[in-house]
């Protein structure tokens, strides 16, 4: 099946940056790394940034003009460029993509195992 493993999290003070790496692996027939969610400890999971098959990008309104993320769709790769990091971005970041493991499979949809971000004051 499908894996996806992140990786770059860290303890970083505010004002720092940070670059999440999250590659897939595995049987893979087809692909789309579609973006990046964090969950805060006692907060539900949010959105933090998506990226099209075509390239769009969305951001949630507070890492708008900070994040940046990009996909190398020849390494099955996602990335998320951290700058300005801010306390409140503490989390647990996880990756999500969607994918058919064999050209009989139906689209599935992944989840990462997450890597923590923690940013301090």
């Known amino acids: 099946q499908v894996q996806l493993v992140e990786s770059g999290g860290g303890l970083v003070q505010a004002g720092g940056s940070l670059r999440l790496s999250c590659a897939a692996s595995?049987?893979?027939?087809?692909?789309?790394?579609r973006g990046w969610y964090r969950q805060a400890p006692g907060k539900q999971r949010e959105l933090v940034a998506t990226i099209s098959s075509g390239g769009s990008t969305n951001y949630a309104e507070s890492v708008k003009g900070r994040f940046t993320i990009s996909r190398d769709n020849a390494k099955n790769t996602v990335y998320l460029q951290m700058d300005s990091l801010k306390p409140e971005d503490t989390a647990v970041y996880f990756c999500?993509?969607?994918?058919?493991?064999?050209?009989?499979?139906?689209?599935?949809?992944?989840w990462g195992q997450g890597t923590q971000v923690t940013v301090s004051s």
């Open positions: 999500n993509a969607e994918a058919r493991a064999r050209t009989w499979s139906a689209w599935s949809n992944y």
């Open positions: 595995g049987t893979i027939f087809m692909i789309n790394l």
